[in-house]
């Protein structure tokens, strides 16, 4: 008997899945499969094309700004078309943007490439994380938004990884891995093409915001709703400061090969496939805002610390861990959202809530590529750990959450 309720509590816990979910996930790696590697070869970029760090960070911040161009058209269309037209318009994209970049011969046609892989994801995210946030309850939400985050996570990862192996082992060139990643994007396809119908958002069970009947851009940006997507710009700015040259610090400054120091920002973004994940059910258990402050401040405090040791082992450790913490609020912050807008408008309101990483993500890059030229990348990283600091003070104190 014991045996038999033990089992029946895994299942229970795990009653929230379904196929649409899967969908979800599933699709979520593969629209963030070509966006981290640009980045992770900015050394091999640099080289190619005789380019500067100011000039890489210009390269790294043209595709955000395309994004923030196409954020609110592409919320607006998802909550007017439905979720499986726009994701099949976000593959069809992201594989336009990846056989450009295959045949890319100068930098203007590479960020014309980079440029496509990017509005992809934007296209991609307010029809999924609508869809998403519509199938399931306040109290269920969580738990599927962690296991859909865990998909993008992964996603993230397998762009470096893929530079880590194929360039850094297979001896590919940084052409092909665009090439090759194409392909499992005919599984995502077929995926989508097998959903049928859309959750309507029937699964509501509190009160929300602004009632039924959904409304413009005016009618979400509440003074709350106004403090939440502050909250995620200043975050925002710092983790796309972070990201942007991370790959170089560790080749130029820690001393890492290209193969190494791929590895090493892509394992951090593994570390998501175990975070997202049990973030959710650890946010569904404990209250979204309650579970993202604690744990955004662990990982605040760890990449701060990380550029204190000169250990490397440790400052790996310290960086992975920043990762882990970033990511195990994930599906806190995505409920959160879910919770500030009515269902009618999510499609918008989830726009809204990644158009902040879209225009910090235009801004960040360049002036970051900057700083470093003139001051290092360790001035860089310090104005990234003020930037989340704030962050954190705004989410703490000036966010209210039900």
């Known amino acids: ?4 309720s033990k089992v029946g509590r ?30 992770a070869i900015f050394s091999l970029l640099r080289e190619e094309f005789s380019l500067s760090l100011k000039q890489l960070g210009i390269i790294a911040a043209i595709p955000p700004l395309c994004q923030a161009i196409f954020t609110i058209p592409a919320g607006l269309l998802s909550d007017r078309l439905g979720s499986k037209r726009m994701l099949l318009a976000s593959f069809a994209v992201a594989v336009a943007g990846a056989l450009l970049a295959s045949v890319a011969g100068s930098p203007l046609v590479f960020i014309l490439a980079i440029s496509l892989v990017y509005i992809n994801s934007t296209i991609y995210h307010p029809a999924s994380y609508s869809f998403t946030a519509n199938a399931f309850t306040d109290k269920e939400r969580p738990k599927a938004m962690g296991l859909h985050g865990a998909g993008g996570t992964l996603g993230h990862a397998t762009g470096p990884l893929a530079v880590s192996v194929l360039i850094g082992v297979l001896a590919f060139g940084w052409r092909q891995v665009y090439l090759i990643l194409t392909v499992p994007m005919l599984l995502g396809v077929v995926m989508v093409l097998r959903l049928k119908d859309e959750p309507s958002g029937i699964a509501e069970v ?4 602004g009632g039924e009947e959904g409304g413009g851009i005016t009618k979400l940006l509440t003074t709350n709703m106004m403090m939440f997507l502050l909250f995620r710009s200043l975050a925002s700015m710092g983790m796309s400061m972070i990201s942007s040259f991370f790959v170089l610090y560790l080749m130029d400054v820690r001393g890492l090969t290209l193969a190494l120091a791929t590895l090493v920002f892509s394992s951090r973004m593994l570390l998501g ?6 973030g959710g059910f650890m946010a569904s258990r404990f209250g979204e805002k309650r579970w993202l402050i604690y744990t955004s401040a662990i990982g605040y405090a760890c990449f701060a610390l990380s550029l204190f040791t000169d250990n490397l082992a440790l400052f790996i450790a310290l960086f992975m861990l920043y990762g882990f913490f970033n990511t195990v609020n994930m599906a806190s912050r995505t409920s959160i959202l879910a919770r500030l807008i009515p269902k ?17 993500g235009a801004v960040a890059p360049a002036i970051a590529g900057l700083i470093a030229e003139l001051y290092g990348f360790e001035v860089v990283f310090y104005i990234s750990i003020a930037a989340y600091a704030l962050a954190w003070v705004i989410m703490k104190f000036m966010v209210k959450v039900d």
Do not use: W
């Open 206 to 209: 509190s009160d929300e915001p």
């Open 344 to 360: 009618r408008s999510r499609g918008l309101g989830y726009s809204l809530f990644f158009l902040p990483t879209s225009l910090i």
């Open 1 to 4: 008997m014991g045996s038999l």
């Open 273 to 278: 496939l175990v975070a997202a994940p049990v």
């Open 10 to 39: 895994k299942q229970g816990a795990l009653s929230f899945i379904s196929y649409g979910l899967v969908v979800m996930t599933v699709t979520h790696v593969l629209t963030h499969v070509f966006g981290g590697i640009h980045t």
